[in-house]
Each structure stands twice: as structure tokens, then as C-alpha cells.
């Protein structure tokens, strides 16, 4: 199993736009070294601490800085985005980097970003099927009919050309069992968010159900499933003290903040939707809980580090991290789900 890291840049009381760029620096260089498989971006966008409303650009840039780290969308936010532009971009990206683009999707957004984008919530799901499969036909490096304004309509095609036509990872972010079916339906991987293994091997029992009813291939389903990643937030420490302490601290700081609008759903919120809380103590134990997801077949967890570390000063982010890498990463056989290229 890979282990990734999920990050961004955040801005806080002691950490300014210019120090939490110069810390994400540090952060994808030092999980190259360090052995991590991939580095992760979030997308916001007008969030008061957490707005990287252009992930596309800041992974650009952390391409140029490492050689072999993946650089993963996690997760681009498909229904704000034109599908030729937004494709253009990953393809880019993906020659810039030769091969090292995995692209994580979403259909939420905040109720703002989803306002000022023009998004309306009860046609989220039509709307992301419908920019995927044209997202789809881009990158497969296939002619794309796009409705002209002017005339006829208008086929395009990408230039340059997709690097890896048709063979770009894809994952859909899915934190409940219905988005797990969607999923299957729509034939992605699962990037699933900061659910315990329980819940998670719900989410593959149903994807494999799903897939198996639309007389899908077995050997693709099962291609599919060794890819799955799961997100997994964590304060380490050296002692339990500690983490705590971090966890208490970070919290503190979050709870100054205005909070953010909801996440837009479809439907309520399930009862039985089953967040994992953030992991917080030394990292031994969390070894031993990490292997609960690598016996479900989970292909890479990727570790939100501090809980994307607001709050927290840069030495401790390092420090956490450096903990990962020492103590977490050598438990495991690393195997990528993917090839790389």
C-alpha cells in the first residue's frame, strides 16, 4: 500500500500567504525523499484560511521542484469548470510533469463557490455526468463537438495532444455508499474521505455489486478497486500528550474562523453517514489501523497531516511529518495501483 499526503495553502496568524506557499514547497520536496508516492491539492475557492482556488497552477509549479512525486487534484471541483479548459490545463500539467497527473473529482462544491459559479445544487449530479464524459472525450485525445454560438457546431480536439490518451487516472470523491455506486456506474476509482474501514469496505461491497449488475468486466472492476484511496486525517506525536496538545491547538484556531458554507447535497445527509475523527497519538497505533484499510485492498491513503495543519507552526507541520515518513511509511510494502506512466 502507498501512502500520499493531501495539502494546500493555508494562511493563519503566524503563517502568511508568502510562508505557507515556501511550507508547501517544503512539504512536496521533502515527500519525495522522504518516500511518499503522491501530494495532493486541495481546490477552494474565497475560503478565509484555505483558498486554492487553482490547484492546476500550484501543481505546475510543485512539478517543477520534484521529479518522481504524483500530483493529484484532491479534489478538482469538475461542475466549476469549463471541460475543454479545465482539460487543456491537465493536460498540460500531465506533459509539464511527464505522466505524474492524477486527477480526483467532485460533484459538491460550497453553496458560494457554487452561487458565484453559476452551479445550481439540484442539477449537480446531470450536470458533473455530463462535463465528465466530455472531460472524457478530450482526454482520450478523441474530437470533442462543443455547440457554437456563431454557426455549426464545432468539433475540437486538444493541442497538444493527451500524453496518455484515455489512460489518466481518474477517481470520484465519494463519502457515502450511494456515491460509491455512482462511481461504479460511472466507472471511476474511489477517493474516499476520512471514513473508517468499516464504512469503507461497505463503499467497495457496493461498488462491486454495482459493477457486477452492469455486466462490467471483472478484471476492470478489480483494476479499479486496487486503486481506491482513502484520506485519512491524523495529529502525530512523539507522545499521545503531544498530538493532543496539536489537535487542541489546531482546533482552537479553527473554531476562530467564520465558518464555511455547507457542502451542497443532493439529499439530507444520511443517518448513517460515519466520519472517522482525526487519529491523534504516537504513530505506532496508527500503524495497526492503517492496516485495517490495506487488508480491504485500499491501494494508497493519503494522510491529511495535522488535518491540513491549520493553526499549527510550520516546525510542528514538519515535525509530523517527519514521524510519518519515519515511523508509518517503513510499516508498509509500498505497490502503486497505477502505473505510473
Not at 508547501?24 to 525523499?33: D, G, H, S, T, V
Not at 493527451?162 to 470520484?172: H, S, V, Y
Not at 504513530?283 to 491529511?304: K, S
Request: hydrophobic share 50%.
Amino acid at each position: 500500500m502507498e501512502f500520499g499526503l493531501i495539502s494546500g495553502v493555508f494562511t493563519y496568524p503566524g503563517l502568511d500567504q508568502a510562508e505557507a506557499i515556501e511550507l508547501l514547497r517544503w512539504e512536496a520536496q521533502f515527500a519525495e525523499r522522504a518516500g511518499f508516492a503522491t501530494l495532493w491539492v486541495l481546490e477552494r475557492h474565497f475560503g478565509p484560511a484555505r483558498s486554492t482556488g487553482a490547484p492546476s497552477v500550484i501543481l505546475a509549479h510543485l512539478a517543477a521542484l520534484t521529479q518522481r512525486l504524483g500530483l493529484g487534484f484532491g479534489v478538482a471541483l469538475l461542475n466549476l469548470h469549463h471541460p475543454l479548459r479545465f482539460a487543456e490545463e491537465v493536460v498540460w500539467l500531465d506533459h509539464l510533469s511527464e505522466g505524474r497527473v492524477r486527477l480526483g473529482l467532485s460533484a459538491s462544491a460550497s453553496l458560494e463557490e457554487a452561487a458565484v459559479f453559476g452551479v445550481h445544487p439540484a442539477t449537480r449530479w446531470e450536470r458533473f455526468t455530463q462535463q465528465l464524459a466530455l472531460l472524457r472525450q478530450a482526454l482520450a485525445g478523441e474530437p470533442v463537438v462543443w455547440p457554437s454560438l456563431v454557426g455549426e457546431p464545432l468539433p475540437v480536439t486538444l493541442v497538444p495532444p493527451p500524453l496518455r490518451p484515455g489512460a489518466l487516472p481518474l477517481w470520484l470523491a465519494a463519502s457515502t455508499v450511494a456515491a460509491a455506486e455512482k462511481a461504479a456506474h460511472l466507472g471511476l476509482a474511489l477517493l474516499v474521505g476520512n471514513r473508517p474501514p468499516e464504512v469503507v469496505a461497505q463503499q467497495l461491497a457496493a461498488f462491486r455489486a454495482v459493477r457486477a449488475q452492469l455486466g462490467a468486466p471483472a478484471e476492470e472492476t478489480e483494476r479499479l478497486l486496487r486503486a481506491t484511496v482513502a484520506n485519512r486525517r491524523v495529529y502525530l506525536g512523539r507522545t499521545v500528550a503531544a498530538a493532543r496538545q496539536h489537535r487542541e491547538r489546531a482546533e482552537q484556531a479553527m473554531a476562530r474562523l467564520q465558518p464555511r458554507p455547507a457542502r451542497v447535497q443532493a439529499a439530507p445527509q444520511p443517518p448513517q453517514l460515519v466520519f472517522a475523527p482525526p487519529y491523534c497519538g504516537e504513530p505506532g497505533p496508527l500503524v495497526e489501523e492503517l492496516r485495517a484499510y490495506q487488508q480491504l485492498g485500499v491501494g494508497q491513503v493519503i494522510l491529511g497531516i495535522g488535518a491540513g495543519g491549520y493553526g499549527l507552526p510550520r516546525e510542528v507541520r514538519q515535525e509530523m511529518l517527519a514521524l510519518a515518513a519515519e515511523a508509518v511509511l517503513p510499516a508498509f510494502e509500498a505497490s502503486s495501483p497505477w502505473d505510473r506512466r
